[in-house]
């Protein structure tokens, strides 16, 4: 099976501009969480998403967004970006969201905001 | 208090050596334990997975789950200078995950 894919891998913006982000999950997996990390915070979780609804929302603020697709592909938008938000975001799926559930990592986007 | 707290490190360990990682949690109704390796610049990769007390091998890795003390433990026998990376200790509470910051392995020859 292929792994979690994510694009673009890689982002340069400028403070002020939005930017979307893309996840695949691994094929069958129906829930995607996405997840900030940076040197100074770890990995921080931001929302996870199941059956194209949002069921758990980590503490950032609203220009800060996702949703799911029926093909359980996943978007996240950060609107007016700021220095701070740059940082590896990453992706992770699993069959649900059940506790014996793994979840799998992509290799992450790397934001830059200047 | 940080719900997943694990020692920054650097966790310096000679070649050949056993490293042991050490984790705590909080939440006492979490169900499920992973120990994740993130090499720098990469994402993180599962390791091992662990839901009931007591010690579970894989290969050269071994993890510990002790729920009434709230700590889950990785061991990494025969350390190789491929080790070195930043291992992540995640709990799975009712499905939400939670992350410890990490404790960075030094293995040197």
């Known amino acids: 099976k292929a792994g979690v894919t994510q694009t673009p891998r890689y982002l340069i913006k400028t403070r002020g501009q939005q930017v979307t982000l893309s996840c695949s999950p691994i094929?069958?997996?129906?829930?995607v969480s996405w997840y900030q990390q940076t040197p100074g915070q770890g990995l921080q979780f931001l929302f996870e998403y199941f059956s194209e609804t949002q069921r758990n929302k980590g503490n950032f603020p609203g220009r800060f967004s996702g949703r799911q697709f029926s093909n359980s592909r996943s978007e996240m938008n950060v609107s007016t970006l700021e220095l701070g938000d740059s940082a590896l975001y990453l992706c992770?799926?699993?069959?649900?969201?059940?506790?014996?559930?793994?979840?799998?990592f992509g290799p992450g986007t790397r934001l830059t905001v200047l | 208090q940080k719900e997943v707290e694990q020692n920054s490190g650097p966790l310096s360990v000679p070649e050949g050596a056993i490293a042991s990682l050490n984790c705590t949690y909080s939440d006492r109704v979490s169900q499920s334990f992973f120990w994740y390796r993130q090499y720098s610049g990469k994402s993180p990769e599962l390791i091992m997975s662990?839901?009931?007390?007591g010690d579970k091998e894989d290969g050269r890795f071994t993890a510990q789950l002790n729920k009434a003390s709230q700590y889950v433990s990785l061991l990494i026998r025969d350390s190789q200078p491929s080790d070195s990376a930043t291992y992540l200790c995640?709990?799975?509470?009712?499905?939400?995950?939670?992350f410890g910051a990490g404790t960075q392995v030094v293995v040197t020859p």
């Open positions: 992770a799926s699993s069959l649900e969201f059940r506790p014996e559930d793994t979840q799998y």
């Open positions: 995640a709990v799975n509470s009712w499905g939400k995950f939670q």
């Open positions: 662990i839901y009931s007390n």
């Open positions: 094929s069958g997996h129906r829930s």
